[in-house]
């Protein structure tokens, strides 16, 4: 036998680079009174969507279908985009993942808004890309002409989130049309849009029509957030070029999309009425969150999201707050962990969540000593 000559495993320089993706704290904690960390939608799947997985069930000692065969056509339906330019994914961080894999690497750089969505630092601490981290304007919204002017002959990719996670904000399609007219035709971008269908700027519908003169752009929709299928992990791209969604499907595993979650979907997109009032609802108690928020004295980004962007006084130690708001059974998402000290990022709940977060808040803030 060969001795031992360390006890340490020797990993891939990218290792080293990736930092753990911030998981909100207590998340595993399914008895807090109020979740309001992670964006989620707090109405449950819709039932037909749950008597779909259920009758996948018997089935899954098979393989779900690579190609998301049914899915894409539904997709492609829905859109009026073709299914060639479909990719479907474990989530939409699957495909996140999947564009910085198939265009970074070393010597490389992704351009991005900042703050912006936690998973994008990742994708160039894995390729050993270079991350151009550009800071949003004074209303807390993507600065798409800096962003467009730091487009250097190493970009290989643009992340643009809108609405932007973590701050709410949301611009106009044509701002967003303009940055890519600036953009070279082989750079490509990606539009993330996971928040989309709460955006009132624009239709869901509308961005679709900037894939055909734009084969380097990728929109980036899922079914986690309005349709409330987070657990299950599924997302789509839709593709300016086959190209693109052929390389997001070469660096993946070829059954990447779970059967439960394909046919779960495929329900989901007959229930768009559905989608609409959950909107509407998730709208409502919106502005009801922002009034509280407001009669608290507290500023607020303006939303175009299901969640809310909140600066706290100058005073506030923003860990006590939510260390204070966890202590009363509301989980929020703190600011400093998402690229902005004294900020809460709050899920847009139930009326009474809501209510929760805006008692224990008042509270917290009445008394300093409290948090
Ligand atoms: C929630 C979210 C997603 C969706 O992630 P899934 O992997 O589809 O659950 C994508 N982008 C942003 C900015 C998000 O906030």
Redesign the pocket.
């Known amino acids: 036998m060969t001795a031992v000559t360390s006890h340490r495993v020797e990993f891939a320089a990218r290792i080293g680079r990736i930092s753990v993706y911030p998981t909100a704290a207590g998340y595993g904690d399914r008895a807090a009174a109020a979740n309001l960390a992670s ?1 989620e939608s707090p109405e449950p799947p819709m039932p037909e969507v749950l008597a779909a997985i259920e009758r996948a069930l018997g089935s899954l000692h098979r393989y779900p279908d690579p190609a998301a065969g049914r899915l894409r056509e539904r997709l492609a339906g829905r859109y009026g985009v073709p299914v060639a330019r479909i990719a479907v994914g474990n ?4 495909l ?1 993942l999947a564009a910085g894999e198939a265009l970074l690497e070393p010597g490389a750089e992704v351009v991005y808004g900042w703050p912006s ?1 936690s ?1 994008y630092p990742h994708l160039a601490a894995a390729a050993g890309a270079r991350a151009v981290a550009v800071p949003l304007d004074d209303a807390e919204r993507l600065d798409l002409d800096t962003i467009a002017a730091e487009i250097t002959a190493a970009t290989r990719l643009v992340i643009v ?1 809108n609405p932007n ?1 973590p701050t709410s904000t949301a611009l106009p399609l044509e701002a967003i049309e303009a940055m890519l007219g600036r953009i070279p035709p082989h750079v490509a971008v990606v539009l ?1 849009e ?2 989309c269908e709460f955006n009132l700027l624009a239709d869901p519908d509308d961005s679709i029509a900037l894939l055909a003169g734009h084969p380097n752009l990728m929109l ?1 929709r ?1 079914f ?2 309005v349709y409330g299928l ?1 657990g299950l ?1 599924i ?1 789509f791209a839709l593709c300016g070029s086959e190209a693109l969604k052929r390389a997001l499907d070469k660096v993946r595993q070829p059954f990447s999309c779970n059967a439960l979650a394909q046919a779960a979907a495929i329900e989901a997109l007959a229930h768009t009425d559905e989608v609409t009032r959950r909107v509407e609802r998730t709208l409502a108690r919106r502005i009801g969150l922002q009034e509280g928020l407001a009669a608290l004295g507290l500023k607020h980004a303006e939303s175009q999201a299901n969640f809310v962007w909140v600066t706290l006084p100058e005073w506030c130690e923003e860990d006590a707050i939510v260390a204070g708001l966890s202590a009363r059974g509301v989980l929020v998402r703190a600011g400093g962990a998402l690229g902005r000290e004294r900020a809460l990022r709050v899920t847009v709940g139930t009326e009474r969540e809501n209510r929760l977060f805006l008692e224990a808040l008042a509270e917290l803030l009445a008394q300093p000593q409290a948090a």
């Not at 989530?91 to 699957?94: F, H, P, V, Y």
Request: charge should be neutral; aromatic fraction near 10%; hydrophobic fraction near 25%.
């Open positions: 964006n989530g939409s961080c699957d996140l969505f998973v989130c996670n993330d996971a928040y980036l899922t986690s957030k987070c992990r997302g």
